[in-house]
């Protein structure tokens, strides 16, 4: 069983930065794909971005340039680096996974981008 767990999220003013970590519980080497999905209220969770277990990474639409995301093996970690946060960035972001036919989600953590 693989957990993951978020840490990072906050409130923050439009234009400013975080930078959101996912710690696995075990080696995340042989994982297909690690990503972040992201849910606002009132709306369906939806993909943000993913990295390959090879590096290639993919982004939605709405945070190309602006989000970046990585994944350290050695830590078994995945982070999602934002900058130039808008409002409509708000939402819970939860941490992905995908193994074979399984997935595996995170608790999610907050992001609040408001002045």
């Known amino acids: 069983q693989l957990q993951l767990v978020e840490s990072g999220g906050g409130l923050v003013q439009p234009g400013e930065s975080l930078r959101l970590s996912c710690a696995a519980s075990?080696?995340?080497?042989?994982?297909?794909?690690m990503g972040w999905y992201r849910q606002a209220p009132g709306k369906e969770r939806e993909r943000v971005a993913f990295i390959t277990s090879i590096g290639f990474s993919n982004y939605a639409d709405s945070v190309r340039g602006r989000f970046t995301i990585s994944r350290d093996n050695a830590k078994n970690t995945v982070y999602l680096q934002m900058n130039s946060l808008k409002p409509e960035d708000t939402a819970v972001y939860y941490c992905h996974a995908l193994q074979g036919a399984y997935d595996y989600w995170g608790q999610g953590t907050q992001v609040t981008v408001s002045a």
């Open positions: 075990r080696s995340i080497f042989s994982l297909a794909r």
